[in-house]
């Protein structure tokens, strides 16, 4: 379960990223490129290249702190790219989605149960 303090956003960078960066040359990306305070206490998520791996940058009030996931099947759903430097901005329940590999545009629901008990 993820939890998310209220008023925290979640930004998801377009494009990819190089994924060979890490907190310094995130956070300066995340000023210079998406023109946004890496300190704000908000969520920044990037990808590479592959889809297959990606990296959420955060600070939590004393440093700052970097989250990686790499999927061993299949590949973390992006928004295409339309804006360079633009992020798109997700619900808390939406990063917990992306996180898991899941389509968070459209997640199904692939089981139900037909009758209680």
């Not at 990306?29 to 592959?50: C, I, M, N, W, Y």
């Not at 009030?61 to 430097?85: A, I, Q, S």
């Not at 990063?95 to 009758?115: F, S």
Request: proline share 6%.
């Amino acid at each position: 379960m993820l939890l998310i303090p209220s008023g925290v956003k979640v930004h998801l960078a377009l494009g990819y990223t190089d994924m060979r960066k890490g907190l310094d040359g995130l956070a300066v990306l995340v000023q210079e490129s998406l023109k946004q305070d890496p300190f704000s206490g908000h969520l920044f998520a990037f990808r590479g290249k592959t889809a297959s791996t990606m990296k959420v940058l955060f600070w939590d009030g004393n440093g700052l702190c970097l989250f990686t996931k790499k999927l061993n099947e299949g590949g973390f759903v992006w928004p295409r790219l339309t804006d360079p430097g633009g992020t798109v901005q997700l619900t808390p329940v939406q990063l917990a989605l992306l996180i898991e590999g899941i389509d968070w545009r459209a997640p199904k629901q692939v089981w139900r149960p037909a009758a209680a008990g």
